[in-house]
């Protein structure tokens, strides 16, 4: 039965779904148990707040009770005194009040019974997201307890702390310096000193204040301290990447509209499982004014090029007047359009965005177009300072994307990749991007998480966190390969089948007409035949 609407567009009769549900409450029932007199009291109750309601709300309750009472005790309306004249008036008065000619019928049997399925899909994310990825934020009082513990340990002043340069003074680059701040068993500390021997260790004071000393495989750790992995990894070491990518000076080059400017080699912390780490090397370095000259010629020379990356190491290691005087010299090209600017500092050393930083930032976008990509591994990161340091970053630069690692024991859960990818787009950032840990060094082997691992991860987000909060999974193998599983599952008559991917359900999708689809002629080039 369809639908049939009055001159004024509304509902008179009754649609599909409620017709269902009205035959059903209806259908004879001769075992019906004996009414008690709360439930008939609740019956009453409940038709005359419907019958003198303006809302959807009572007339839902009452037909929810009536299916209750059905189900439960096989009892019809009837047996209540309401004749399926009194619902059926009830019901098109739901639809008439409900802004989108919804139905009872379809609300109560169609979409609260979906929404519930729905609900289903995430609670259990959300009785695990706190316990098993509190981020920083949630973790808050102890962090600050952890800072007050470091500053007076490390004997700095508020200002110290609260200034980049501070933080680099301070940082933290041997074994004993940290084991001085927190409690580690002496066999780690022994292979600490043992890996730090071949592979750089720094951590800025705060980055440290986000350690939670005992947990097991703490994250942050994790990202920030070698550990004996790094050198017993079997395996043979494929040359970095810019050995078969680097066209020019500082340049790497995978794509013809888009290149990187590897502008230092320093960073405020050195990650473990840093992809350039043969190119961090044991010793920061500030590169001369030529070296950036030969990368500006090579793009200035380049007309396909639109799109700068200028990463390092850590973009913003850069003094402020190196930064400003990069960014003229990029705005000054004429087909570069694009710039980015690579960044770990706002969870590393978030006391960098200044507002020098940011007013040279926003001046620059105000002229083309500036983007700025973060590397957050965990919802830990995100603290109310570095939460602080991505607004104004985003204010001042409208796009601050995340490029995530995939990381064993660190995000390689459904809970915990989830939150942060909530996580982050609540701290003003953009999830962009979810690498696959390369395969290039042996040092990371062990960090590395199975493709169908990811994949589960990735895709499980779909239907179930926001669109916007969910990043592309990928590999890097000489350029960027999307490892997003294909959701296409058969093609027979000019339809697909498409997975949902929230619940495996199959969906039949019609493919576009091909006949239609190779007819040039739009109807403005048919109106306009004849007179050309
Ligand atoms: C990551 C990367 C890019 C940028 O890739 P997008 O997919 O545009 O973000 C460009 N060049 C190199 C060398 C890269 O590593
Ligand atoms: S911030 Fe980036 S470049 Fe620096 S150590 Fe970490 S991963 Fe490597």
């Known amino acids: 039965m369809t639908t049939i609407f009055s001159g004024s567009g509304e509902p008179t009769t009754l649609d599909d779904f409620t017709t269902t549900l009205l035959d059903d409450l209806y259908t004879a029932t001769p075992d019906s148990s004996p009414i008690s007199t709360d439930d008939a009291t609740t019956a009453k109750t409940l038709l005359e707040e419907a019958g003198r309601t303006d809302l959807t709300?009572?007339?839902?309750r009452l037909l929810q009770f009536l299916v209750f009472q059905k189900r439960d005790h096989?009892?019809?309306?009837?047996?209540?005194?309401?004749?399926?004249?009194?619902l059926a008036e009830l019901a098109i008065k739901h639809q008439r009040i409900d802004e989108h000619l919804v139905s009872a019928g379809g609300r109560l049997t169609q979409a609260l019974p979906i929404a519930a399925q729905a609900n289903e899909r995430v609670d259990e994310y959300l009785a695990r997201k706190d316990t098993e990825a509190p981020s920083g934020i949630e973790l808050w009082d102890q962090i600050l307890d952890h800072q007050e513990r470091i500053k007076r340990a490390l004997?700095?002043?508020?200002?110290?702390w609260n200034s980049f340069s501070g933080q680099i003074r301070h940082a933290i680059d041997s074994v004993d310096e940290l084991a001085a701040l927190i409690d580690l068993p002496a066999d780690t500390l022994a292979t600490m000193r043992r890996v730090t021997k071949t592979y750089r260790m720094r951590l800025t004071p705060y980055y440290t204040s986000l350690i939670m000393p005992g947990e097991v495989n703490d994250p942050i750790m994790l990202q920030s301290i070698p550990t004996g992995e790094m050198i017993d990894n079997a395996g043979v070491e494929i040359p970095p990447v810019a050995a078969d990518h680097s066209p020019a000076r500082l340049i790497d080059q995978f794509y013809p509209r888009v290149v990187t400017i590897k502008a230092t080699n320093m960073c405020a912390m050195y990650c473990t499982h840093c992809l350039r780490i043969a190119h961090i090397g044991r010793k920061d370095q500030v590169y001369a004014k030529d070296a950036y000259g030969e990368a500006l010629a090579y793009i200035r020379a380049n007309h396909r090029i639109r799109d700068v990356l200028v990463t390092g190491g850590d973009a913003l290691v850069l003094p402020n007047s190196m930064l400003r005087w990069l960014l003229a010299e990029l705005d000054a090209i004429d087909?570069?359009?694009?710039k980015r600017l690579g960044t770990r500092i706002p969870v590393t050393a978030p006391m960098r965005i200044d507002n020098e930083l940011l007013d040279i930032i926003s001046a620059s976008n105000d002229k083309k177009a500036i983007r700025m990509v973060t590397q957050i591994n965990t919802a830990r990161e995100i603290t109310p300072v570095s939460k602080d340091a991505f607004r104004r970053l985003s204010k001042a630069s409208f796009t601050v994307l995340n490029q995530a690692v995939l990381l064993k024991g660190i995000n390689d859960t459904r809970v915990k990749m989830w939150k942060l990818c909530e996580t982050i787009q609540e701290a003003y950032v953009r999830p962009y991007?979810?690498?696959?840990?390369?395969?290039?060094?042996?040092?990371f082997a062990h960090f590395r998480v199975p493709l169908a691992v990811g994949r589960d991860i990735v895709e499980s987000m779909y239907g179930n966190i926001s669109g916007d909060a969910i990043p592309r999974y990928i590999a890097t193998a000489g350029g960027k390969i999307p490892l997003h599983r294909d959701n296409v599952d058969g093609f027979a008559d000019n339809r697909y089948t498409l997975i949902k991917p929230w619940n495996g359900a199959a969906a039949g999708y019609p493919d576009a007409d091909p006949d239609l689809y190779q007819k040039k002629d739009f109807a403005f080039a048919r109106n306009n035949s004849g007179k050309g």
Do not use: A
């Open 57 to 60: 709300g009572p007339i839902l």
């Open 74 to 86: 096989r009892r019809n309306p009837d047996d209540f005194g309401i004749s399926r004249q009194t």
């Open 155 to 160: 004997s700095m002043s508020d200002k110290s």
């Open 335 to 338: 087909q570069v359009k694009v």
């Open 433 to 443: 991007y979810i690498f696959n840990c390369s395969y290039r060094n042996p040092q």
